[in-house]
């Protein structure tokens, strides 16, 4: 089996309000190259009668999705790779800004190798991101 392209091709995030997340994660996506593309409304499709957004690069599509009206897990994590440290202090200013909680400071944290350097948060939902670089 070739897993050259094996990826993540989409992540959905069930959240309790969709207008107050995507309130949130609009600009602090949007921090890190990341935008809002498109928005489903309910019952849109067989399968999902909740209404959706959509989050990814332009010249891509979108493959990180809000979904409405949904139960946040406990310990859930999502990061988000960036390209340069200041990419990651970018993000993590962008998430205070839009009313996230600190986690962790951006910094290098060698427990995980010697170039990871990542800063972290609590989203209003209580879902830590964080943005992380891996070379120096």
């Not at 988000?80 to 962008?94: I, Q």
Request: aromatic share 10%.
């Amino acid at each position: 089996m070739n897993r050259s392209g094996s990826r993540i091709d989409h992540l959905n995030l069930a959240v309790p309000d969709l207008a107050a997340a995507v309130a949130f994660y609009e600009p602090v996506l949007a921090s890190i190259g990341i935008t809002k593309m498109l928005q489903i409304p309910p019952n849109a499709t067989p399968n999902q009668p909740t209404a959706m957004t959509g989050f990814g690069l332009a010249d891509v599509k979108p493959y990180f999705w809000l979904i409405d009206g949904g139960t946040v897990g406990t310990n859930m994590h999502l990061a988000f790779t960036v390209d340069t440290r200041e990419d990651v202090a970018t993000f993590y200013r962008a998430a205070l800004a839009a009313g996230a909680t600190s986690l962790l400071e951006p910094g290098v944290r060698p427990e995980y190798h010697a170039d990871y350097y990542g800063g972290f948060v609590l989203d209003p939902h209580g879902i830590n991101l964080e943005a992380v670089c891996h070379h120096g």
